[in-house]
């Protein structure tokens, strides 16, 4: 009997991933996939410009939820953008299921598991930022990272063992920013892309913006993560502080200018690297080459 059950357990996991691969090759998808690669470069470069708009001492949001509430300023116009953007949100998100599904790489163990993870949070992230967007088209208003998580660490301060609660939430960002730290140095992102479709040239671009754009984001979540640390520690959610707050602080701190300037061209390196991916990201269910495979043919295209 348990035989039985593993061998239906086996057969209903591979119609289910078999099933996910065809709608993975569904050209509208990949469509829509690009679209949301799209929009997620916009929303960085939009980041990273306001982020270097603080450290030249202007005021503003900073993080993805107030780049989206900009554009309710701008009338019918900005709806048009914001369902544009809506769609482009949908099909990232999926885009992140698929990935968290099918292991498009191929890899297994550990390796398997942390990117199913990280594709799985992917796209629980961007679709609470599709109902954000949602919420905007409907007239409501929204609040950005600098209200809802200080509201959030409240929350779990207030419920049993709060501020351990809290705290572990500060040390999983801490985590995921360290996390993307390595990603950074091992490049391990390049495998996203059909490096057999890019020249040398390109490949060596987009590596470079990836390293600088993951750097860049994993040092934001360090920094926002050490701040619901320290609220849960001194028990006062105030002290917990989204993306804005964040660097806001950190630019008041010595040569915190210096570095808020450099995470800012982090977020604009990880916008370019995104609008890369639109052109040459690797869809959910392809197989990955080998790794010697793309450094060959990019140097052959390299050398046209």
């Not at 594709?119 to 629980?124: K, M, P, Q, S």
């Not at 913006?209 to 750097?215: D, E, N, T, V």
């Not at 640390?229 to 993306?243: E, I, M, N, S, Y």
Request: proline fraction near 4%; hydrophobic fraction near 50%; aromatic fraction near 6%.
């Amino acid at each position: 009997m348990p035989q039985d059950m593993k061998a239906r357990a086996r057969s209903a996991e591979a119609r289910a991933e078999s099933g996910a691969r065809k709608a993975a090759a569904n050209p509208a998808l990949e469509l829509a996939a690009r679209a949301g690669w799209a929009v997620k470069g916009l929303l960085y470069l939009t980041m990273g410009v306001l982020a270097l708009g603080l450290a030249l001492g202007r005021s503003g949001a900073t993080d993805q939820r107030g780049s989206l509430k900009m554009l309710t300023g701008l009338g019918p116009w900005g709806d048009v953008l914001l369902v544009a953007i809506a769609a482009g949100l949908a099909g990232y998100a999926l885009w992140c299921f698929l990935g968290a599904l099918l292991d498009p790489l191929g890899q297994r163990g550990e390796a398997s598991v942390g990117r199913r993870l990280a594709a799985l949070g992917g796209g629980i992230a961007y679709t609470a930022l599709l109902l954000f967007c949602l919420q905007l088209l409907f007239g409501q208003s929204g609040d950005t990272s600098d209200r809802t998580l200080p509201r959030a660490v409240a929350t779990l301060l207030g419920r049993p063992f709060g501020p351990w609660l809290a705290g572990a939430a500060g040390v999983a960002g801490i985590a995921a920013g360290i996390g993307q730290l390595v990603q950074a140095a091992r490049t391990s992102f390049r495998k996203d892309l059909e490096r057999e479709d890019m020249t040398e040239a390109e490949r060596k671009t987009a590596v470079t913006l990836g390293r600088f754009g993951l750097a860049a984001r994993g040092g934001v979540f360090v920094v926002i993560g050490w701040f619901v640390v320290q609220a849960a520690v001194f028990r006062d959610p105030h002290q917990a502080k989204g993306l804005g707050g964040a660097l806001g602080t950190l630019a008041q701190q010595p040569a915190g200018r210096a570095l808020l300037v450099a995470l800012a061209l982090g977020l604009v390196a990880l916008a370019l690297y995104s609008f890369a991916a639109v052109r040459w990201m690797r869809m959910p269910g392809a197989q990955s080459p080998s790794p010697l495979a793309g450094e060959e043919a990019g140097g052959r295209r390299g050398g046209r």
